[in-house]
């Protein structure tokens, strides 16, 4: 009763007003509760409607490295998370770690940057076998049977789609499949929303005030805290589009 009777006489606005500045999240009174509740599942609703894509395909490659220039570089961490665009829920994961050829050993700078030690690659397939597993992985999750339009892949930054892929595609005389030549750099994404451009995804974080999870560099983490940052901004209003083309400049 009491609900309805603070309903009629002001608004969820000046209620979530009253609630930010005068409570904290474990004091606030049952009634503004539920009309915190119904304000941001009502909002989430809305920003989810916007949204052009069905999914999004986070993905954050990891190569070989070391204190100076490798040549070539190839990838040794393959992670992707289809993060549904409704509910920003992940619903299906693909993660693979990739055992190179050109150089086999994984540099200490390599291993410290990234935490993938040798055990973690050399028994594992080389990057051939694991493009075939990760278009498998597509087909069933059913993202390439009628099209590409349903998705959209979404990066921090464009050295994934727009320099390793092709160079790793090159190395193995492989064509860099259709569905992975565009994408949606983030950045450019926080870009739109906050007007900054971003260093990287930890700049990304602080400025939303979002915590960081797990290890910076490990691939599926930070896969993980991409997905956390496309969530907030679509909160924020992004309705997201595709901003890099691998056959545009």
């Not at 999914?55 to 190569?63: I, K, Q, S, T």
């Not at 005030?209 to 560099?217: L, M, S, Y």
Request: hydrophobic share 35%; proline share 5%; glycine share 4%.
């Amino acid at each position: 009763m009491i609900t309805s009777i603070v309903r009629s006489l002001i608004s969820p606005r000046y209620c979530l007003l009253i609630a930010t500045k005068h409570y904290s999240e474990s004091s606030r009174p049952s009634f503004l509760r539920v009309l915190l509740n119904e304000r941001h599942s009502k909002k989430d609703e809305k920003m989810a409607f916007k949204q052009k894509f069905q999914y999004f395909l986070v993905l954050d490659f990891e190569a070989t490295c070391d204190k100076t220039r490798i040549d070539p570089q190839e990838i040794i961490e393959f992670p992707c998370l289809k993060i549904n665009s409704t509910t920003f829920e992940t619903e299906s994961v693909f993660h693979r770690y990739i055992k190179p050829q050109a150089h086999p050993k994984l540099t200490p700078f390599c291993t410290e940057l990234t935490g993938i030690i040798q055990e973690m690659v050399d028994n594992e397939a080389h990057f051939p076998e694991v493009s075939k597993d990760f278009h498998t992985w597509m087909v069933e999750n059913n993202l390439v049977n009628d099209g590409y339009d349903s998705f959209a892949f979404v990066t921090c930054g464009d050295w994934d789609f727009r320099t390793m892929l092709p160079r790793q595609c090159s190395q193995c005389s492989l064509e860099v499949p259709r569905y992975m030549r565009r994408w949606i750099n983030i950045k450019k994404s926080f870009l739109h929303v906050t007007g900054t451009f971003p260093n990287g995804m930890m700049d990304m974080l602080e400025a939303l005030g979002i915590a960081h999870e797990g290890r910076h560099h490990s691939g599926i983490d930070d896969c993980k805290n991409i997905a956390n940052i496309l969530a907030e901004l679509a909160r924020r209003g992004c309705r997201y589009e595709i901003t890099g083309h691998l056959d545009k400049p």
